[in-house]
């Protein structure tokens, strides 16, 4: 079983910026795919970013792009994602995922094993 543990969280005004961490308990480089996802309450999780561990390319959903960074350190083996101008719309709880099944997109929340238990970002208008 990977265990992955979360933090960054908080609350900030929009326009403001978090870094989120994901520590996982297996060398990120023994993995293809780690990433970041988001739920909101009634909506199904949602891919956020994803970084394949070995190759460094990454995935990112259109609400993310140009503002949110997704970035490994293998000397640290942790995995971060960098958010600036946040907006209210990015409320949610995000979760660090692994596991990938290589069935359908990295994006896809459904094609991942095991997941963090959540670390709330909350923005404010």
């Known amino acids: 079983q990977v265990q992955l543990v979360e933090s960054g969280g908080g609350s900030v005004q929009a326009g403001g910026s978090l870094r989120l961490s994901c520590v996982p308990s297996?060398?990120?480089?023994?993995?293809?795919?780690m990433g970041w996802f988001r739920q909101t309450p009634g909506r199904e999780r949602e891919g956020v970013a994803v970084v394949e561990t070995r190759a460094g390319a990454t995935y990112y959903a259109d609400s993310a792009k140009g503002r949110f960074t997704i970035s490994q350190d293998r000397a640290k083996n942790t995995l971060y994602l960098q958010m600036n101008s946040l907006k209210p719309e990015d409320t949610a709880m995000y979760f660090c995922?692994?596991?990938?099944?290589?069935?359908?997109?990295?994006?896809?929340?459904?094609?991942?094993?095991?997941w963090g238990q959540g670390t709330q970002v909350t923005v404010s208008s």
């Open positions: 995922a692994a596991g990938f099944s290589g069935v359908g997109s990295p994006l896809q929340a459904a094609a991942y094993k095991y």
């Open positions: 297996i060398s990120m480089y023994s993995d293809f795919y």
